[in-house]
């Protein structure tokens, strides 16, 4: 059982940074593939970026490639996702996800944490 907890959302202008934390219970996290996904007023949620169990692989999605950066740190039982150069439509709810099988993770994650709100201002 792995339980998810986001944390620094927040309002920013255009071209500020974030640093998105996701916090799991849990003392095989070490081993699961963890993800974040967005989802904005009226859209569907989409992927963001993952990162494998181990973190030598990372994936993003193209509108962020760039600009957002996914890591983690398995002795803290954390990710992270950096935010950079935001823009007004990064704006969204964004959700830590997690599973032990790295395919399953870009489309039906087990585990999704609350999210947190991410605002960007022009």
């Known amino acids: 059982q792995v339980q998810l907890v986001e944390s620094g959302g927040g309002l920013v202008q255009a071209g500020d940074s974030l640093r998105l934390s996701c916090a799991a219970s849990g003392r095989t996290f070490s081993s699961y593939a963890t993800g974040w996904f967005r989802q904005a007023p009226g859209k569907e949620r989409e992927f963001v970026a993952a990162?494998?169990?181990?973190?030598?692989?990372?994936r993003y999605a193209d509108s962020v490639q760039g600009r957002f950066t996914i890591s983690r740190d398995n002795a803290k039982n954390t990710v992270y996702l950096q935010l950079n150069s935001l823009k007004p439509e990064d704006t969204a709810v964004y959700y830590c996800a997690a599973d032990a099988n790295i395919v399953a993770l870009f489309t039906t994650p087990h585990y999704w944490g609350q999210g947190t709100q991410v605002t960007v201002s022009s």
């Open positions: 990162i494998s169990s181990s973190g030598a692989y990372t």
